[in-house]
């Protein structure tokens, strides 16, 4: 079988038919009709003017076809049998003549069957990109990063908007734009391109403007875009987040391979909820590379941060959180700045949860993690710091609790690294209830833990001390400094063994410090002492072979006396008498028998 296609050239590119759509939806009428090996006669003359003809087969033809006889092309709206009527003769430029009884009627493809619908197909695709996909070179941005595009980009942001969603698509090339770009104001999906060594970027060349901006409600995405700038900017944000009424509270955003730099601020979060950024980088950022926050809904706060990198040596903070809600961060890495994470609570937060986990700190310029209050009022809940590498410079502090207002939290599980004389963690906020810090790595540093707030409770449990200048303690030989009222819980790793060993509990002035050992108790051996403070004056110290008490010794009725036997050999017991009745003190002790009693001593 042999299939024969022809495409007649035409000398006019003039078409009779024109592009429908998006006006109407093409029919047969405007898109031609062709059939296979349609090929007839002429069963009579044709005029050069006639518009009904017939010819000697039926059924090889249909409606809205052009037919070719000799050189000229005719479209025929109907055909009905074996007869052609409302006819147009010389069709798409060909000639009228007559033609002669017995000539050929052939359907064959013609050019106009392609040029027709080759208009549609685009008019449509053109429809289609702008209602949905808005790739920015469609609206005049060159992207030769030497041309403002900014004006282009904005015809793309207005088409997006109006439409109430869809795509903001870049080429994997540098688009410049001199300028902040109109806010985008519906949900979207800012989308650039990658491979083969190349990248979508967005340069700004505006010193102080922001360059994107998004104050939607309805959630965004934002993927494989590097966001650089080509100037020092001294104001402005790459990315602004404001949506006004605790922001992406329908859809949320999420953010993955991003790569922004230079800025003044990398992103500013003014008003976000529920945002994810995955193997975003955060790099060379003037002032901070990360603010969050929500200053409509202060408990909203649902960021998750992830595999993910922040190097931004002159800011002052890597990451900068100011309200509440939660921010989990984890296997990532923040290099630099002065603060790695300031968690700075606003007046008004009462839940927040911390967690950062699996990551690496490293020469942070004054502290890693610093958690405080911006105000008086605002509270953290579920602090927890596990797993991570933490570096931070020399006599500087690692892990700090300025002015914190803790309602629980965990740090366990770290290497912690401070040369010189400085830090592992201090606490030195008095509204801290029940911070536990357990199986920690302190390398370095003069003093591990620092407590010096009045009322804080610190739980601390089996930390290790390696190649520490002076081992647990300060320039006063001190493991840990607290103040009054302050209870210190050891979970049975209070075991220190060298004779710069000092357990040195203070209360600066205040009446009552608490030790509170673990069912190990407290051990010391060698030199090593425990020493209870008021003020300047040793109170009491308790070394391996001695206790020493510069004070009278206070017994008090604690309750029900235990039963006396091995486990309380040696205990020394008071019950308070009462009304005429007088005290009783005894010795929990075993006789020749080895029957054990208390027996008593006054």
């Known amino acids: 079988m042999i299939y024969r296609f022809f495409l007649l050239a035409s000398l006019s590119a003039t078409l009779l038919l024109g592009q429908v759509y998006p006006g109407a939806v093409a029919t047969d009428s405007d898109l031609l009709v062709a059939r296979f090996r349609a090929q007839s006669v002429l069963t009579a003359p044709l005029s050069d003017s006639a518009t009904t003809f017939s010819v000697a087969v039926a059924g090889t033809f249909a409606d809205n076809m052009v037919v070719v006889i000799d050189a000229e092309q005719i479209f025929c709206t109907t055909f009905t049998g074996t007869a052609f009527s409302v006819c147009t003769r010389a069709y798409d430029g060909s000639i009228a003549v007559?033609?002669?009884?017995?000539?050929?009627?052939?359907?064959?493809?013609?050019?106009?069957?392609?040029?027709?619908?080759?208009?549609?197909?685009?008019?449509?695709?053109?429809?289609?990109?702008?209602?949905?996909?808005?790739?920015?070179?469609?609206?005049?941005?060159?992207?030769?990063?030497?041309?403002?595009?900014?004006?282009?980009?904005?015809?793309?942001?207005?088409?997006?908007?109006?439409?109430?969603?869809?795509?903001?698509?870049?080429?994997?090339?540098?688009?410049?734009?001199?300028?902040?770009?109109?806010?985008?104001?519906?949900?979207?999906?800012?989308?650039?391109?990658?491979?083969?060594?190349?990248?979508?970027?967005?340069?700004?060349?505006?010193?102080?403007?922001?360059?994107?901006?998004?104050?939607?409600?309805?959630?965004f995405v934002i993927k494989d875009l590097d966001i650089d700038t080509t100037v020092t900017k001294t104001a402005g944000a790459a990315i602004t987040i404001d949506g006004g009424t605790g922001s992406t509270s329908n859809g949320g955003g999420y953010l993955e391979n991003v790569n922004i730099a230079n800025h003044d601020v990398g992103?500013?979060?003014?008003?976000?909820?529920?945002?994810?950024?995955?193997?975003?980088?955060?790099?060379?950022?003037?002032?901070?590379?990360?603010?969050l926050q929500n200053t409509v809904a202060l408990d909203n706060?649902?960021?998750?941060?992830?595999?993910?990198?922040?190097?931004?040596?002159?800011?002052?903070?890597?990451?900068?959180?100011?309200?509440?809600?939660?921010?989990?961060?984890?296997?990532?890495?923040?290099?630099?700045?002065?603060?790695?994470?300031?968690?700075?609570v606003v007046d008004g937060v009462s839940t927040s949860i911390f967690v950062v986990t699996g990551s690496s700190f490293e020469a942070s310029d004054i502290n890693a993690i610093r958690i405080r209050r911006d105000g008086t009022t605002g509270t953290l809940g579920r602090i927890v710091i596990v797993g991570n590498q933490i570096l931070v410079d020399t006599n500087q502090i690692a892990v700090n609790f300025p002015s914190a207002g803790i309602n629980m939290g965990v740090i366990a599980a770290n290497v912690i690294t401070v040369a010189g004389t400085g830090k592992g963690i201090e606490v030195a906020d008095d509204a801290v209830d029940d911070l536990l810090i357990a199986s920690n790595i302190f390398e370095q540093s003069?003093?591990?833990?620092?407590?010096?707030?009045?009322?804080?409770?610190?739980?601390?449990?089996?930390?290790?001390?390696?190649?520490?200048?002076?081992?647990?303690?300060?320039?006063?030989?001190?493991?840990?400094?607290?103040?009054?009222?302050?209870?210190?819980?050891?979970?049975?790793?209070?075991?220190?063994?060298?004779?710069?060993?000092?357990?040195?509990?203070?209360?600066?002035?205040?009446?009552?410090?608490?030790?509170?050992?673990?069912?190990?108790?407290?051990?010391?051996?060698?030199?090593?002492?425990?020493?209870?403070?008021?003020?300047?004056?040793?109170?009491?110290?308790?070394?391996?072979?001695?206790?020493?008490?510069?004070?009278p010794l206070d017994l008090e009725d604690d309750g029900s006396k235990p039963t006396c036997d091995v486990t309380k050999r040696g205990w020394i017991w008071m019950d308070e008498g009462g009304a005429s009745v007088a005290d009783t003190v005894e010795l929990c002790t075993k006789d020749s028998s080895d029957v054990y009693a208390w027996r008593t001593i006054i």
């Open 98 to 219: 007559s033609h002669l009884s017995g000539a050929v009627v052939s359907g064959y493809l013609v050019p106009n069957h392609h040029e027709l619908l080759k208009d549609e197909i685009i008019a449509m695709q053109t429809d289609i990109s702008k209602g949905l996909v808005h790739d920015v070179r469609l609206y005049g941005a060159v992207c030769d990063s030497a041309t403002d595009d900014i004006a282009a980009i904005n015809l793309a942001i207005a088409a997006l908007n109006t439409a109430g969603r869809g795509t903001l698509s870049f080429p994997p090339l540098g688009c410049l734009v001199d300028g902040a770009l109109t806010a985008i104001t519906a949900r979207v999906a800012i989308i650039g391109h990658g491979g083969q060594g190349k990248a979508s970027r967005l340069l700004q060349k505006n010193v102080t403007s922001n360059t994107i901006s998004i104050t939607s409600d309805f959630g």
């Open 267 to 291: 992103m500013d979060v003014i008003d976000g909820n529920r945002i994810t950024f995955e193997h975003c980088f955060f790099v060379s950022n003037e002032t901070t590379g990360l603010k």
């Open 301 to 344: 706060g649902l960021i998750s941060i992830s595999n993910s990198i922040f190097d931004n040596p002159a800011a002052t903070e890597n990451i900068l959180w100011n309200s509440g809600g939660g921010l989990k961060i984890s296997n990532s890495k923040i290099l630099e700045a002065d603060y790695g994470i300031d968690l700075s």
């Open 446 to 551: 003069s003093i591990g833990i620092n407590v010096t707030a009045n009322g804080a409770v610190v739980k601390i449990g089996d930390n290790h001390y390696t190649s520490v200048t002076t081992p647990w303690v300060a320039g006063t030989s001190t493991i840990l400094s607290g103040s009054d009222g302050t209870a210190f819980n050891l979970t049975d790793d209070l075991k220190i063994t060298t004779s710069a060993g000092v357990f040195d509990v203070k209360p600066f002035g205040g009446t009552s410090v608490e030790l509170i050992c673990g069912t190990g108790g407290c051990q010391f051996t060698g030199a090593a002492f425990l020493n209870f403070r008021l003020g300047a004056t040793d109170y009491l110290n308790m070394g391996s072979n001695s206790l020493l008490m510069h004070k």
